[in-house]
């Protein structure tokens, strides 16, 4: 193996979404003399960024004053809200709409071409910006006691892990700070947070799993500036999730699902729910006839306050989703990350990055998580419980006297010998037809070649036990059929199809066992995905 280059910044800032792009803004506006570096996996900065998203303009309106001027390519303000139940064959649209789900003054956008906006603008400030760069692990001092950067996966390995004739080593990244923001259980933060027990007398966090499809409609058939939400069909009443659907230009639809991954049924299948949605009376006639353009799927953060862990470590600090910063009620992050990245840059300014966690939790966005902390872990109960919940919890602004708890989502799911009847579905005629359709949709590349970046520490556990006490749920919460029971010479075994990979994390966070860790692949490999 060849020498590993080294290099060497003040701050390095790991992960080009919203959070790390601001920490990096705000740092060279700051201190235009300190030198920044940002990497990020993906093959050109937003190509693996995915969220709803509709974001409040607050803070973009701080760290970039008159952008409104010069706006992101897809920015639709929001110009009117719906909010409403299904049923299997209805919609029972709600009267009035939850505070937090009213977005007045906000706007539709893809996230991703918002992230490969403001990469130019912190290039022209002097970041440095490397996409393709797959931080592999952590690097630490002599001791093990801090953080002094990152070392980039190595390029042109074999599936053995050999060197190809196209082998590079990756390059040792140091810093005197480096700043995770690699978004919803990212990998470098999952093993610092281990290995500083930043988690220490915090509840598990918790997920769901967001998928979501770009639409191109019939003319005229878009309404640009609606927002429309749902919660019931074809989840049951103890699945925590909804729906949505943002109406862009150019008869455009962003449609959406999420759904928590403390569900219980191990038969259950988030792809197959979403997919049946499409097919709800109300919503097919909206897409039919239409066509998709884009389809990903992303793991999000859902633990809320008294889920977040730490934020500051010696040498490195957390930002955004990597921390868990997303108000739930709200269905919003952007704006929890843009502020988190601002902060973060003006305590490294003012030398007192080890006080970054104590400054978060006394801001307005600590605040604001402090008044939802009860809304999600609510409806552990079920949907009409944790409905009542939220309205009262919306009443008090969160001043209630206790705190619910949250609960790891890999031990929600319930044993196959507990019985549940089979889903009832309905016959599906829209695309995508199956998951690896959408895994096309998602322009998803893998050299094939590679070793394989999802690692089972057992598979005898998945042809045993996890068959027999689950169904090898793997098969179903992987929305990209990634993997498979295939049976060889009478005998099943897991194959593992890693080039299907969307990098949306759910079998790190779902399986039962916790016997999955995802790993990054080389970097650039993974989904490319258009205005998601």
């Known amino acids: 193996m060849s020498e590993r280059d080294v290099?060497?910044?003040?701050?390095?800032?790991?992960?080009?979404?919203?959070?790390g792009l601001a920490t990096a803004i705000r740092l060279k506006q700051l201190s235009p003399d300190r030198s920044v570096c940002l990497i990020d996996k993906a093959s050109q900065i937003g190509a693996q960024i995915l969220s709803g998203a509709v974001i409040e303009p607050q803070p973009l309106d701080e760290l970039l004053p008159g952008w409104r001027d010069n706006p992101p390519p897809v920015c639709v303000p929001v110009r009117h809200d719906e909010f409403a139940f299904l049923t299997k064959s209805r919609r029972l649209r709600s009267p009035v709409i939850p505070p937090q789900m009213r977005n007045h003054g906000n706007f539709i956008v893809s996230l991703g071409a918002l992230c490969a906006w403001l990469a130019p603008q912190a290039e022209a400030l002097g970041v440095e910006v490397f996409p393709g760069f797959a931080a592999a692990e952590p690097l630490f001092d002599a001791d093990g006691q801090r953080v002094i950067g990152v070392r980039i996966g190595d390029m042109g390995l074999d599936k053995q892990g050999q060197p190809k004739d196209?082998?590079?080593p990756g390059i040792d990244i140091h810093a005197k700070t480096t700043v995770l923001a690699e978004g919803c259980r990212g990998s470098l933060a999952k093993?610092?947070?281990?290995?500083?027990?930043?988690?220490a007398g915090i509840d598990p966090q918790t997920y769901g799993i967001g998928m979501k499809e770009l639409w191109q409609l019939p003319a005229g058939r878009g309404d640009p500036g609606l927002t429309q939400h749902t919660i019931g069909w074809p989840l049951d009443s103890a699945t925590y999730g909804g729906s949505f659907i943002y109406h862009l230009t150019e008869d455009r639809v962003a449609v959406g699902f999420v759904v928590g991954l403390d569900?219980?049924?191990?038969?259950?299948?988030?792809?197959?729910?979403?997919q049946q949605f499409k097919h709800h009376p109300t919503v097919k006639p909206l897409l039919e006839g239409g066509s998709i353009i884009s389809s990903g799927?992303?793991?999000?953060?859902e633990g809320g306050l008294q889920s977040l862990p730490r934020l500051s470590m010696p040498g490195a600090l957390l930002v955004g989703d990597a921390a868990g910063m997303i108000n739930v009620p709200k269905i919003k992050g952007t704006h929890m990350a843009l502020r988190a990245g601002m902060l973060a840059a003006e305590h490294l300014v003012a030398e007192a990055g080890d006080r970054f966690d104590a400054g978060w939790r006394a801001s307005p966005s600590a605040a604001e998580l402090r008044r939802v902390r009860n809304i999600r872990p609510g409806f552990h109960h079920g949907l009409w419980a944790g409905l009542a919940n939220a309205a009262l919890e919306t009443v008090t602004l969160g001043h209630t006297p206790w705190t619910l708890r949250n609960h790891a989502d890999h031990s929600a799911l319930r044993l196959l010998s507990a019985g549940a009847p089979p889903p009832d579905y309905v016959e599906r005629t829209l695309e995508p037809r199956d998951r690896l359709a959408s895994v096309y949709f998602a322009a998803t590349e893998h050299d094939?070649?590679?070793?394989?970046?999802?690692?089972?520490?057992d598979t005898n556990i998945c042809v045993t036990r996890c068959r027999q006490e689950y169904g090898n749920p793997?098969?179903?919460?992987?929305?990209?059929?990634?993997?498979?029971?295939?049976?060889?010479?009478?005998?099943?075994?897991?194959q593992i199809?890693?080039?299907?990979?969307?990098?949306?994390?759910?079998?790190?966070?779902?399986?039962?066992?916790e016997i999955i860790t995802w790993v990054p692949p080389e970097g650039g490999a993974g989904p490319n995905y258009v205005n998601l």
Do not use: W
């Open 297 to 301: 799927a992303r793991a999000l953060v």
């Open 263 to 274: 569900y219980s049924d191990p038969n259950f299948s988030p792809f197959e729910a979403f």
């Open 474 to 494: 793997c098969t179903r919460f992987c929305p990209a059929n990634v993997y498979e029971m295939v049976e060889e010479e009478g005998a099943l075994r897991l």
């Open 166 to 168: 196209s082998y590079t």
């Open 448 to 457: 094939e070649d590679q070793p394989v970046h999802l690692h089972v520490a």
């Open 191 to 199: 093993q610092l947070i281990r290995h500083f027990g930043l988690d």
């Open 497 to 513: 199809n890693a080039a299907n990979c969307v990098h949306c994390k759910t079998c790190d966070i779902k399986d039962p066992y």
């Open 7 to 19: 290099i060497e910044f003040d701050v390095l800032v790991v992960g080009a979404g919203p959070a």
